[in-house]
């Protein structure tokens, strides 16, 4: 599992939480992270990047960037398996300290929070 980048057009990117990339039934994962890169299709013009995977992150649920680029990436580890009143969540901040495109590093946030399904910065 992990996060990509695909570039739409000139200077347009979308971020994109993989799941499974778009392999067969019986070819299915689990990929290592960048392995999982070659199993896409996309259309030309189009591409794919790898920015941000385990263990700098795990069960991610949803990510946002902040105004300087870093990026908060909200966890739920213990979901399903813990019983509904105790699921606790947490937020990571990762930041691409070398401007290679890749977050290498990620410090928690928040943690200890019940059911964080999305995350958005606020006020910079």
């Known amino acids: 599992m992990g996060l990509t980048r695909t570039t739409l057009a000139p200077g347009i990117a979308c971020t994109v939480l993989v799941l499974v990339a778009g392999a067969t039934p019986q070819q299915r994962g689990p990929y290592e992270p960048r392995e999982a890169l070659g199993t896409f299709e996309l259309p030309p013009g189009f591409r794919i990047e790898l920015v941000a995977s385990e263990p700098q992150i795990t069960d991610p649920v949803d990510m946002a960037f ?3 680029g870093r990026l908060y990436v909200a966890e739920m580890p213990d979901y399903p398996a ?3 009143d105790s699921v606790t969540s947490r937020i990571k901040l990762l930041d691409d300290r070398d401007g290679d495109g890749f977050y ?4 928690v946030f928040a943690e200890d929070l ?3 399904n999305g ?3 606020w006020r910079k």
Not at 104 to 107: L, Y
């Open 114 to 116: 019940p059911f964080v």
């Open 119 to 121: 995350v958005m910065p």
């Open 82 to 84: 813990a019983e509904n």
């Open 104 to 107: 290498e590093t990620s410090t």
């Open 66 to 68: 902040d105004p300087d």
